[in-house]
């Protein structure tokens, strides 16, 4: 099994910046090489992909948070980050950090490892 635990998540206004953090553990993640990221899910809306970074580094983001937004990993300390800059009011949702060994699965949004999310509010 894989355990996922969000940080960083909070009140922030319009053009500020945020660092959300997640901490992976279980004997899986530490086997395979798993690929994370980051979904959001504002209230009413659908559950959305911010970001890819597979074991390897590799990054994707969503159109909406190109350039605003940096996704990293430190496989040795098992963790994911999510840099967000210049934020905007439609940014405010909660936050989830996913992993899953296979890529494809984790862009579609059916990763098998999940955490329980944090709320980042952006205040115009």
């Known amino acids: 099994q894989v355990q996922l635990v969000e940080s960083g998540g909070g009140l922030v206004q319009a053009g500020g910046s945020l660092r959300l953090s997640c901490a992976a553990s279980?004997?899986?993640?530490?086997?395979?090489?798993?690929?994370m990221g980051w979904f959001r899910q504002a209230p009413g809306k659908e559950r959305e992909l911010v970001a890819t970074i597979s074991s390897g580094g590799s990054t994707y983001y969503a159109d909406s948070v190109k350039g605003r937004f940096t996704i990293s990993r430190d496989n040795a300390k098992n963790t994911l980050d999510l840099q967000m800059n210049s934020l905007k009011p439609e940014d405010t949702a909660v936050y989830y950090c996913t992993a899953d060994g296979a890529s494809v699965r984790l862009r579609a949004g059916t990763g098998d490892f999940w955490g329980q999310g944090t709320q980042v509010t952006v205040s115009s």
């Open positions: 279980g004997r899986t993640f530490s086997r395979y090489n798993m690929a």
